[in-house]
Every structure is written in C-alpha cells, then in structure tokens.
Nanobody, 121 residues
Framework: MELVQSEGGSVQPGGSLNLSCAAS????????MGWCRQAPGKKREIVAT???????KYADSVKGRFLVSRDNNQNTLYLQMDTLKTEDTATYYC????????????????WGKGTLVTISS
C-alpha cells in the first residue's frame, strides 16, 4: 500500500487546513488509521485515530479543533484542522494499518511521507 499525502501549508493562528492521505492498494479500512505529528525537537505524537468501525479518538491538545474522517470509496483519510495554534506547527504523517493473517494485531502499518504545517503570524 502507498500513502500519498496532500501538501501542508502555512496559515495564521486561528486559520484552518485540511490534509488528505490517499491510499492505493488493498486493505484500506480493514484496521485502524490515523494521523501523527512531529514538531521540531519533539517526539512524534498521535493526533487522531479512526478505528475500522469509524470510532475516533483525539489527543487532548486537538479535541474540538481537529476532525478525522475517511472516504472508503476514494480510499482517502482526511484531517480537518480548525482554530490552528502556533503549537500545531509540525510535520504531519498519516498511517494506515492493513489486516494481516486475518487479525489487525498482526496488521501491517503504512506511513505517508509527511507534510509540513506551519502556523505563524
């Protein structure tokens, strides 16, 4: 499976961005998927996840501001980011787990190459 992320961008605080992650290959939606980010000098952190049943979870820092969604017909994962803050500046990565041997616990993880999001006035 290959994941192709949309370009990020630079916006002012309070602005919005929508990231997409298009998957090619078999298995999209069979297990979980989500978004992580890594700010300069910091560890990678999970931002939002979506289970195969559509259940979503968010990091406390983005709850109420970010929304993860997917389009199974288009094999695409999205991250709508609103009310952006300077601390949201990071490289954002999408990840998709594909079922393996009939079990997501043995799933195969695929990652996008990352896209830079800069929030600055």
């Amino acid at each position: 499976m290959e994941l192709v992320q949309s370009e990020g961008g630079s916006v002012q605080p309070g602005g919005s961005l929508n990231l997409s992650c298009a998957a090619s290959g078999y298995g999209f939606g069979t297990c979980g998927m989500g978004w992580c980010r890594q700010a300069p000098g910091k560890k990678r952190e999970i931002v939002a996840t979506m289970g195969p049943d559509g259940t979503t979870k968010y990091a406390d820092s983005v709850k109420g501001r970010f929304l993860v969604s997917r389009d199974n017909n288009q094999n695409t994962l999205y991250l709508q980011m609103d009310t952006l803050k300077t601390e949201d500046t990071a490289t954002y990565y999408c990840a998709v787990r594909v079922i393996n041997e009939g079990d997501c616990n043995y799933g195969l993880d695929y990652w996008g190459k990352g896209t830079l999001v800069t929030i600055s006035s």
